[in-house]
């Protein structure tokens, strides 16, 4: 089944057509099922009067799907030229609405290229997906410049993403994130939905910006979630002493024989605050 959302031809005779080989290098898992881009799509709510951000279109599923769920305008950054003839068969179905920027995602610029509110929605390459999440989260102007993310990962990093305290997946990733922004994983993905498959599952997340994050200096957060959880078996006394340990703990207000998982963000909020 691969969904009929437009007239376009279907995605398999697509690839097959263009001889477009999936490169392990590039992180191409490639979604054919065209139901399936569409719920990936419809999890962004309303994109009608926004601009869309897509990382890694490939051959153009995800994109097909946004641009028939009504965005006003789709920016797709894709690294790999061979999916650029692709893409302009896409961009002529849907004038004056799809621009490709071939190019590598970690280098540009968006802010400079939206005309209305936008919301980021992608199949992310792995090689390259937490550090583009990162550079998001920590985006120097808060409310930033996207009302929404809506990312495939794999489930591993979703689950560290959107993890609570006192589980194992809980870490820095989940702190800064959670800082910033209500998580969500939305639904999981088997592998077989793939092409090629890859080795393992993988979700959908949702990060949905906080207006007014807790103030703190988010170095200073890094910092003291990097010795926390550097050291996350032992208790924090002791796994904080470079930034103040037992002292730093109780200005915050903190028990010292806690451990980096039992804390929630406020609490390191709190410790980052009193560095
Ligand atoms: N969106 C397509 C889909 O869902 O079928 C393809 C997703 S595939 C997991 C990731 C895509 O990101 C590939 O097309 C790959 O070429 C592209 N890519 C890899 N690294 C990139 C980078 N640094 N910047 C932009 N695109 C990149």
Redesign the pocket.
Known sequence: MSGQIDTLPPLREVVERHELMA?KA??????FDLNL?SRIARQAGNLEGYDVI??????????RAILANGASRVIA????PR?LPVLAEISEHYPNKLDVIE????KVDYKKMLQRPAKII???????ATPLLIGWVLNEEWPPYFESLTL?FQKEVAERICAKPRSKSYGRLSIICQWRCETNIAFEVGPQAFYPPPKVTSAIVTLIPREKPLECDVNKLERVTQAAFGQRRKMLRSSLKPLGGAALLKKAGIEETKRAEELNVEEFVALAREI
Request: proline share 9%.
């Open positions: 490169k590039l992180g191409q898992n490639f979604l881009t897509e990382i890694g279109p490939g051959p153009g599923g995800l994109t950054v894709e690294r790999d999916c190019g590598d995602a970690l992608a199949n992310l390459p792995y090689n390259v495939m």
